[in-house]
T-cell receptor, first 112, second 111 residues
């Protein structure tokens, strides 16, 4: 399968814990995006990378959130000191520059 | 501030009939529009797109129409099939860097 993959698919954590998600994009895609989706809403943009450079961050991305793409391939999204409001589906997408974004299956985070 | 709106949260259509899903946007600078389909527990799957220089794009059973003056986008599915039952999101692109999504319309195609 050469699509976008995300791990883990589900994560349950206690409030205050740190969590990290991983996204592996389609191999030739140089852009990688993170979105968050809550119930009844569409995906909301968080941040994106072009190769290893993080070029844009949404105001939704508080200082507890950090994303990296160290070698321009896979990316990680870390949430520190999780809060119940962080419970959501975290979606990763990849694309060639300014082309259609292809989404992974998402990581569903539940913060107890 | 919701720049892309899907005002119908749900739609039910008989198999074989036409499904019409609507989307409105507020920012006239959007220049690229897309429709995604989402099944439960999966990420959104790209369906069809349209550039702002066009007013129609067709791909098999799916046609997207763009009315720039009305800032309105619609997706037509004909004939509708039970496998089309999913949540449909429209998205708009401003800078090529991020997509703005609507809240989705849940389509049910009744056999």
């Amino acid at each position: 399968d050469t699509g976008v993959s995300q791990n883990p698919r589900h994560k349950i954590t206690k409030r205050g814990q740190n969590v990290t998600f991983r996204c592996d994009p389609i191999s030739e895609h140089n852009r990688l995006y993170w979105y968050r989706q809550t119930l009844g809403q569409g995906p909301e943009f968080l941040t994106y990378f072009q190769n290893e450079a993080q070029l844009e961050k949404s105001r939704l991305l508080s200082d507890r959130f950090s994303a990296e793409r160290p070698k321009g391939s896979f990316s990680t999204l870390e949430i520190q000191r999780t809060e119940q409001g962080d419970s959501a589906m975290y979606l990763c997408a990849s694309s060639l520059v300014e082309d259609t974004q292809y989404f992974g299956p998402g990581t569903r985070l539940t913060v107890l | 501030d919701q720049q892309v709106k899907q005002n119908s949260p749900s739609l039910s259509v008989q198999e074989g009939r036409i499904s019409i899903l609507n989307c409105d946007y507020t920012n006239s600078m959007f220049d690229y529009f897309l429709w995604y389909k989402k099944y439960p527990a999966e990420g959104p799957t790209f369906l069809i797109s349209i550039s702002s220089i066009k007013d129609k794009n067709e791909d098999g059973r799916f046609t997207v129409f763009l009315n720039k003056s009305a800032k309105h986008l619609s997706l037509h599915i004909v004939p509708s099939q039970p496998g089309d039952s999913a949540v449909y999101f429209c998205a708009a692109d401003l800078t090529g860097n991020q997509f703005y999504f609507g809240t989705g319309t849940s389509l049910t195609v009744i056999p």
